[in-house]
């Protein structure tokens, strides 16, 4: 288990990394005001669905029904060319459409703004598109246990987009908004690239070719495979995605804010995605085919096991992490952003943003783990219907909050959203099964540990504050 972990770990690490040094140059050469929340708002949507699809929903409906198939071949390619010719279809209506789509996303701005969007939201979409090949090979992939391409294969966008920037810095921001999204195609189609070798290696391409084949011929045998997937999907991408949805939320709702706000929220949520990825995303996707696996085979007490592993192993981590971040917001957002366009008061207006982001690490992670059972055992309308509460919910708080705080109210509301639903997946799991993760002696460190770092941190901070002059 660990070592799928760490391969998945060290896969986003390299990506988020390479992320990072990207939002850097973003940062400087397009800074936090409307050529940002531009590019953030077209390239926000495209990355919603990447998301759902290559960390959620797909693979979550995929994998256990393509374990349980008895036509696993003409299942896999069936299910493939239904949702590839629906992806298309929905690209070209939103390239054919793009200023209406865009009035949509980006709601709260002026005309002028949304005519200079529209088709930069139109090109951004296609990204899609690629990531859904990715995603479908990813599965494929990680059904016969090999993570490593699709784990590293994500640095490859980030890699296509720094070269985009460093193309675009003494452009004009416009052009530069252009030449990155581009950037985005390009690395959607390196992505892929990247899949089809290791595919290749894999003997993936022999499953593709026979249910190719099986669906060119109307094949039908695969009939009752497709519909339980059918039945679902739809229901996991309103289960598995209510941090995504939410963070999209914030971004449409921010658009009535003042100029930057996006962009502040986009920044700050980077910085947060990065332990959950590393650690939350990287553990969920590595334990699911083990879960799934050992769950169709009746062996529940190993299933568990594992859980209770990866319990453990998140909750120091991601607690750790949301300790030191609320602690050294402003010296994070500092070290990474403020470069070039990226000034002062930005800072601080986006480590404000950070710290309300981070409460919410350890609820969305640990949910995530929880969600598993459900998803293992084919419960995924339970899982809607939890996220579909979750949602409502970060509307409402959403709405009240932005009045008083801004994007930083958008932000908590999140985190809010986060222990609403990390309170009901854990009912949903049963308390009963939760009786047996806890360990007394675990519990004791785990605590001592917070102590220590919140300490030795607050304590670093009152020495370096003068020297970083905040």
Known sequence: ?????????????????????????????????????????????????????????????????????????????????????????????????????????????????????????????????????????????????????TAFSTALLNVAMITALFIAKDMEKLDAIYALSWGVLAGGLLQVIAHLVAAKKKGVFRLIKIGTARVLRGDKSATDDTKRFNRSFLPSIAGSSTAQISAFVDVWLATFLATGAISYLYYANRIFQLPLAVFAIAT???????????????????????????????????????????????????????????????????????????IGLAPFGLSRLFSLWLYSKHQQLKAAKISAISLLCNALLSIILMQFLGAAGLALSGSLTGLILFSLTLKAFGFARLKGFFDAKLFAILVLFLAAEAASLLIFREFTVAYLRF
């Open 1 to 149: 288990m660990f070592k799928s972990i760490f391969t998945n770990s060290a896969g986003i690490l390299t990506s988020r990394v390479l992320g990072f040094l990207r939002d850097m140059l973003t940062a400087s050469v397009l800074g936090a005001g409307v050529y940002s929340d531009i590019f953030f708002i077209a390239f926000k949507l495209p990355n919603l669905f990447r998301n759902i699809f290559a960390e959620g929903a797909f693979s979550q409906s995929f994998i256990p029904s393509f374990a349980a198939s008895s036509h696993k071949p003409l299942f896999s390619m069936s299910v493939f060319a239904r949702l590839m010719l629906w992806i298309i279809g929905l690209s070209l209506l939103i390239t054919i459409f793009q200023r209406t789509f865009t009035e949509l996303v980006a709601f709260g701005y002026s005309d002028e703004i949304k005519m200079i969007a529209a088709p930069i939201v139109a090109i951004n979409f296609y990204y899609l598109d690629l990531i859904f090949i990715v995603t479908f090979l990813g599965a494929l992939l990680q059904y016969r246990k090999h993570f490593a391409t």
């Open 284 to 358: 969920s996707m590595a334990l699911f085919p083990s879960v799934a696996k050992a769950l169709n085979r009746g062996e529940e007490e190993a299933a568990l096991a594992q859980l209770k592993k990866a319990f453990w192993f998140l909750s120091f981590l991601l607690l750790g992490f949301t300790v030191g971040g609320i602690i050294l917001s402003k010296e994070v957002i500092w070290l990474i952003y403020e470069h070039g366009n990226f000034h002062r008061n930005d800072t601080n207006s986006a480590s404000t943003v950070l710290a309300m982001y981070m």
